[in-house]
């Protein structure tokens, strides 16, 4: 297990933005997410090699290549799937609060186009080495970047409140050119 520094300062920029009843709810919902993965990933007979927290997000390694790209998107996606059902569950057991919606926010974050995240990843566990490779590349750098001008409009309309949303779009936009 890795911890790097930038993990520690987005958690810094997280603590000062949030009270710590919701911060203990996000770190839940964070959780329950990457249990999902732990879990499908021990269902399809594999285990987590190393796990590394930076600010970009979790990345876990597995001890082997997945064999096909069916049982890695079934890993890549089990952790936004654990989010969105207990959101939907909390809703129609009418659990309203602040929990159920950071679960939701949790799912659909992760499913972005950034190679940190679960989007990014189930994006490149299809196009890595096929000939489309650079195109949907080139394509998501536009896409990264509009996602980061919205957040930037949003922040400056919203406040505060959208800020940690917009560093982190940030913080994934240039390390993800950086990985490349």
Known sequence: MRIYFSF????AVVFTFSS????????????????????????????IKSISFSGSGI??????????AGKSAFVILSGPAVNIILFA?????????????????AGLYNLLPYRQLD????????????????????VL????????VVLAYLTFIKGTEILPLFGASLLLFISDILMY
């Open 141 to 148: 750098v536009f896409v990264k970047a509009a996602i980061s």
């Open 20 to 47: 710590q009843e919701l911060l203990f709810q996000f770190y839940t919902a964070c959780v329950l997410h990457e249990a999902g993965h732990i879990l499908s990933a021990a269902v399809i007979g594999t285990h």
């Open 8 to 11: 520690l300062l987005f958690n």
């Open 59 to 68: 990345r876990m390694l597995t001890d082997k290549r997945l064999c096909s």
């Open 89 to 105: 569950a909390l809703r129609e057991l009418g659990c309203g609060g602040s929990f159920p919606m950071l679960n939701l926010a």
């Open 119 to 138: 989007g990014g990843a189930l994006i490149d566990n299809y196009i890595m080495g096929s000939v489309h490779e650079r195109i949907v590349r080139a």
